[in-house]
């Protein structure tokens, strides 16, 4: 089993930027998937870009295509989301989870089964 604790939230203005970081525990982390998604109030838990367990892959929702760039540190057991020209739309709780079973990198939120807790990100107009 993958622990993962994100961190890196916070409250910053329109235009501005943030990084999340997504540590986990577990030496096999190396061979997993990660995703980011998020949940804004009242809305439902979205995908937000994923990254294979290279690196060598990654993906975006259109929204924040060109803003956000994920990463990944495997030798330090972390994955990073830098989010620049932040927008109000981007507030909401991010969520990393890791994608167990070998499989690649997926946008669907029932094929991630490791779950970290969750980091508040509130963009101010």
């Known amino acids: 089993q993958v622990q993962l604790v994100e961190s890196g939230g916070g409250l910053v203005q329109a235009g501005g930027s943030l990084r999340l970081s997504c540590a986990a525990s577990g030496r096999t982390f190396l061979r997993y998937p990660v995703g980011w998604f998020r949940q804004a109030p009242g809305k439902e838990r979205e995908f937000v870009s994923v990254i294979n367990w290279s690196g060598s892959i990654t993906d975006y929702a259109d929204s924040v295509k060109g803003r956000f760039t994920v990463s990944r540190d495997n030798a330090k057991n972390t994955i990073y989301l830098q989010m620049s020209s932040l927008k109000p739309e981007d507030t909401a709780v991010y969520y990393c989870?890791?994608?167990?079973?070998?499989?690649?990198?997926?946008?669907?939120?029932?094929?991630?089964?490791?779950w970290g807790q969750g980091t508040q990100v509130t963009v101010s107009s």
């Open positions: 989870a890791a994608r167990l079973g070998g499989l690649g990198p997926s946008k669907e939120q029932s094929d991630f089964r490791s």
